[in-house]
């Protein structure tokens, strides 16, 4: 057997592979042996560990980008995703971040998230309906179901939601740092085609009104602000591409873990009242987003004691940092019942998601809802995963269910 590694670039240069990204775990677990940041000779800064990454995301002096210097994403002029993702308040910073942020906030309060359960458990039930048997879970409920709930939400009329799985997807390709320039035609095309759709949505909104979240953002003012008109279409993409990815992967990821972990399914069909536990150890467990970049605007001492100039490029390994054996013990070990650090599968400080509520109520209904009307479910297959390294998450899962 091979001696473990402790040359960090060699355990870094496995998140780049897909051999890597199937064992995530495992690299993680190396990473955590060799410190809690590390320095890659040709991959910047690594933040790894529970403590730093908290710490980072809710440090004022860690931001997205600075003035002066290029867009989080590169590629901002060559590239329309690029430019596009750059212009959400996602990547941006205060005072910006906090005032469309604040113009949005109001359609994601837990009041008004709880307002949408009956509408989520409509759409859900209706595309359990057309389950039975053999199924591709991701093709026929994991992409299909956020898509519908979020569309909804917006007010993307169901006929025209179908390609909005597609081209979301092409598009989250543009996030992820690996990815280089070359391979982003695809998303480029996606968000010329979202953004002509949400000009056309918005041009008809305005001259008449609904009652969806496209109304209410051409409608919203707070002190005399509104949003401008490209920040109103950055926003409707960013709702969208993040109410579909995140919770598409927390129930295909999240799914994929009960079935490799039979006990546990067990332990949630037996109580089904634990399910909002059960939910955060997923998410903390196989994390839909691993990686975010960010950038020190000064120096900054991280709780470890490291000292970071200003300046410097940061990769935050959300997944690693959930996988922390100083925060969770046995990390690598799937346990519904946990009761230790929260997750940070959402992020943490001014970032933290907008719609992590909404995206736990609809991951709590599926998996309840699947557990509830089939009392068989099993692998019919091997998943297959995407490759990427900003999001984790599978392109199919074939089972087969039993009522």
Same mark, same amino acid.
């Given at each position: 057997?091979?001696?473990?590694?402790?040359?960090?670039?060699?355990?870094?240069?496995?998140?780049?592979?897909?051999? *890597?990204?199937?064992?995530? &775990?495992?690299?993680?677990?190396?990473?955590?042996?060799?410190?809690?940041?590390?320095?890659?000779?040709?991959?910047?800064?690594?933040?790894?560990?529970?403590?730093?990454?908290?710490?980072?995301?809710?440090?004022?002096?860690?931001?997205?980008?600075?003035?002066?210097?290029?867009?989080?994403?590169?590629?901002?002029?060559?590239?329309?995703?690029?430019?596009?993702?750059?212009?959400?308040?996602?990547?941006?910073?205060?005072?910006?971040?906090?005032?469309?942020?604040?113009?949005?906030?109001?359609?994601?309060?837990?009041?008004?998230?709880?307002?949408?359960?009956?509408?989520?458990?409509?759409?859900?039930?209706?595309?359990?309906?057309?389950?039975?048997?053999?199924?591709?879970?991701?093709?026929?409920?994991?992409?299909?179901?956020?898509?519908?709930?979020?569309?909804?939400?917006?007010?993307?009329?169901?006929?025209?939601?179908?390609?909005?799985?597609?081209?979301?997807?092409?598009?989250?390709?543009?996030?992820?740092?690996?990815?280089?320039?070359?391979?982003?035609?695809?998303?480029?095309?996606?968000?010329?085609?979202?953004?002509?759709?949400?000009?056309?949505?918005?041009?008809?909104?305005?001259?008449?009104?609904?009652?969806?979240?496209?109304?209410?953002?051409?409608?919203?003012?707070?002190?005399?602000?509104?949003?401008?008109?490209?920040?109103?279409?950055?926003?409707?993409?960013?709702?969208?591409?993040?109410?579909?990815?995140?919770?598409?992967?927390?129930?295909?990821?999240?799914?994929?873990?009960?079935?490799?972990?039979?006990?546990?399914?067990?332990?949630?069909? &037996?109580?089904?009242?634990?399910?909002? &536990?059960?939910?955060?150890?997923?998410?903390?467990?196989?994390?839909?987003?691993?990686?975010?970049?960010?950038?020190?605007?000064?120096?900054?001492?991280?709780?470890? *004691?490291?000292?970071?100039?200003?300046?410097?490029?940061?990769?935050?390994?959300?997944?690693?940092?959930?996988?922390?054996?100083?925060?969770?013990?046995?990390?690598?070990?799937?346990?519904?019942?946990?009761?230790? &650090?929260?997750?940070?599968?959402? *992020?943490?400080?001014?970032?933290?998601?907008?719609?992590?509520?909404?995206?736990?109520?609809?991951?709590?209904?599926?998996?309840?809802?699947?557990?509830?009307?089939?009392?068989?479910?099993?692998?019919? *297959?091997?998943?297959?995963?995407?490759?990427?390294?900003?999001?984790?998450?599978?392109?199919?899962?074939?089972?087969?269910?039993?009522?």
């Amino acid at each position: 057997m091979a001696a473990p590694t402790t040359n960090v670039d060699e355990v870094l240069a496995e998140l780049l592979t897909p051999e *890597g990204r199937r064992d995530l &775990a495992g690299v993680f677990r190396r990473l955590h042996d060799l410190g809690e940041l590390h320095r890659s000779a040709f991959l910047g800064r690594f933040v790894t560990s529970y403590r730093n990454v908290d710490a980072v995301l809710r440090d004022p002096r860690v931001v997205r980008t600075r003035p002066g210097r290029p867009a989080p994403l590169p590629g901002h002029d060559e590239h329309s995703s690029r430019r596009l993702l750059n212009t959400t308040f996602m990547l941006q910073d205060p005072p910006d971040h906090t005032r469309i942020r604040r113009l949005v906030s109001k359609a994601f309060t837990p009041r008004s998230v709880a307002g949408l359960r009956s509408a989520i458990e409509e759409i859900l039930a209706a595309r359990l309906d057309r389950l039975s048997g053999d199924v591709d879970l991701m093709n026929e409920l994991a992409f299909p179901f956020p898509v519908a709930v979020i569309g909804r939400l917006i007010g993307v009329p169901e006929a025209d939601q179908p390609p909005f799985q597609r081209l979301v997807r092409d598009l989250t390709d543009a996030l992820d740092l690996a990815v280089a320039d070359s391979d982003l035609s695809r998303s480029d095309a996606a968000a010329d085609t979202i953004l002509e759709y949400f000009r056309g949505l918005v041009a008809e909104r305005r001259r008449q009104p609904a009652d969806d979240l496209v109304s209410a953002l051409i409608a919203v003012r707070e002190e005399g602000d509104r949003l401008t008109e490209d920040e109103l279409l950055a926003t409707l993409t960013l709702l969208f591409l993040a109410g579909f990815e995140t919770t598409t992967n927390l129930i295909g990821n999240g799914m994929y873990a009960l079935l490799s972990h039979p006990d546990e399914l067990a332990a949630l069909r &037996a109580d089904p009242a634990t399910m909002p &536990a059960a939910v955060e150890e997923l998410l903390r467990f196989d994390t839909p987003v691993q990686v975010i970049p960010r950038v020190t605007a000064e120096e900054v001492t991280l709780p470890d *004691g490291t000292v970071i100039p200003g300046d410097r490029h940061l990769l935050v390994l959300l997944g690693a940092a959930n996988h922390d054996p100083r925060a969770f013990s046995d990390p690598g070990v799937l346990r519904l019942n946990r009761a230790e &650090a929260a997750t940070l599968s959402f *992020g943490s400080g001014i970032h933290y998601c907008l719609g992590a509520g909404l995206a736990r109520l609809e991951a709590q209904l599926v998996f309840g809802a699947m557990l509830d009307r089939f009392p068989s479910i099993e692998l019919a *297959g091997t998943p297959q995963w995407r490759d990427g390294l900003t999001v984790r998450g599978l392109d199919r899962l074939p089972l087969t269910l039993k009522q």
